[in-house]
């Protein structure tokens, strides 16, 4: 908010800035001058305006330049040198990554789960240095069911009661206890049941009121796949040394359920899932982390891409206010011009739609110039020059 003998300065700044800016923009600074909780002195308005036109001045291109042509030309070009196979995580034979050009894809694709969803976690002062401690967070966010502790499991038809055998090893590896896995059965809703649990680690579940084989074949998948602990879609979590301090490196990702963990520091957790960056922090967060995956699958490919092309098909991605990919489903077959949109894919479907529609063409992009053999109207093809010869 702003004082109201404010009120006449903060309109003729806006009146000043949309010589400059387009109207949006302008709007939305007013509008967030306007609602801000604390008052909004002079030199703050002036400094917010600069800093607006500033950064929409260094934003601008020179008319004419056929930026998109060239962004993709670009990455194209040097995407063709790219390896194709998903590789091991170096030094950890348990995860796998996915680079190179299948990765390349699934960014602009904005595909919802990545092929190999994973995690980068970094602790708080407390636990970073201590493995331990680290080790303990681990298994907090292992996502760790029944099935994962149990080494084999029977049915006893005589008496209608299920057999498991636990691990003892895994029951280590997990950070789980005999007590952890019956606490998790007692939490389903089983009907009348009982467990007994024998010295070497078995656990017979007996039913009393179960009088079919099928219900309880069914019974026993239902146990399997009970949750003890963990967080869902972390599949494996492990503690790797980084410099001087702990990190967790995860096999899946689940962004929300994580930030939640004690011990994990919030502001430096690393995901490549983008839908979940952009559902947890928002559109600004995703446009940042397409521009940073994208840089990351070229550098290890050895290959060397300007950073403007990048943040421009970011920028393209994510200008909605929604990630969307470049395809027929998101950027291109948004697309105003008809032919624009045929010439990429499905072209008949695209001409039908149009049809029925009744769209016009107006030719004001480069594909659909090209298509019809007209010069397009970029660079020197804007300018339409006409000569009046003087006669002597």
Not at 63 to 91: K, W
Not at 112 to 137: C, F, G, N, Q
Request: glycine residues 6%; hydrophobic residues 40%; aromatic residues 4%.
């Amino acid at each position: 908010m702003i004082d109201e003998k404010d009120k006449p300065y903060l309109e003729e700044k806006v009146k000043q800035a949309s010589n400059i800016l387009p109207q949006k923009i302008v709007d939305d600074l007013k509008n967030l001058i306007l609602n801000k909780e604390i008052i909004v002195t002079r030199d703050e308005i002036d400094k917010i305006f600069d800093l607006a036109i500033k950064e929409y001045s260094e934003g601008l291109i020179a008319p004419g330049e056929a930026i998109g042509i060239v962004a993709a030309q670009s990455v194209g070009e040097p995407g063709t040198q790219m390896t194709l196979r998903t590789f091991h995580f170096a030094g950890i034979r348990e995860l796998n990554v996915t680079l190179g050009l299948p990765r390349l894809i699934e960014i602009v694709d904005a595909k919802k789960v990545p092929s190999t969803p994973m995690m980068t976690i970094y602790l708080t002062d407390e636990y970073k240095r201590d493995r331990d401690k680290a080790l303990e967070v681990a298994r907090k966010l292992e996502y760790t069911k029944i099935e994962n502790v149990v080494s084999s499991t029977s049915i006893d038809i005589a008496s209608m009661s299920i057999i498991l055998q636990l691990d003892n090893e895994m029951l280590k590896d997990k950070g789980v206890t005999v007590d952890d896995v019956k606490k998790a059965i007692g939490r389903l809703k089983l009907g009348d049941f009982m467990i007994e649990e024998s010295e070497d680690s078995t656990l017979n579940i007996n039913f009393a009121n179960i009088d079919s084989i099928a219900a309880l074949f069914k019974l026993r998948d239902k146990i399997l796949n009970t949750k003890i602990k963990g967080i869902k879609g972390i599949k494996r979590a492990i503690v790797q040394k980084k410099g001087d301090e702990y990190i967790i490196l995860t096999d899946g990702s689940n962004l929300s359920g994580v930030l939640s963990v004690k011990g994990v520091d919030v502001a430096k957790v690393e995901t490549n899932n983008i839908r979940e960056i952009e559902e947890v922090f928002g559109i600004e967060a995703a446009r940042e982390i397409i521009i940073r995956e994208i840089s990351k699958v070229l550098a290890e490919q050895g290959l060397d891409v300007d950073i403007r092309h990048i943040l421009l098909i970011a920028d393209v991605m994510t200008r909605t206010g929604i990630v969307r990919q470049i395809g027929r489903h998101g950027v291109t077959g948004e697309k105003n011009s008809v032919l624009a949109r045929a010439a990429f894919e499905v072209t008949v479907k695209h001409l039908l739609d149009a049809a029925a529609r009744g769209d016009v063409e107006e030719f004001k992009g480069v594909v659909e110039n090209i298509i019809i053999g007209h010069p397009i109207k970029l660079g020197t093809g804007m300018v339409e020059l006409t000569m009046r010869p003087i006669l002597r």
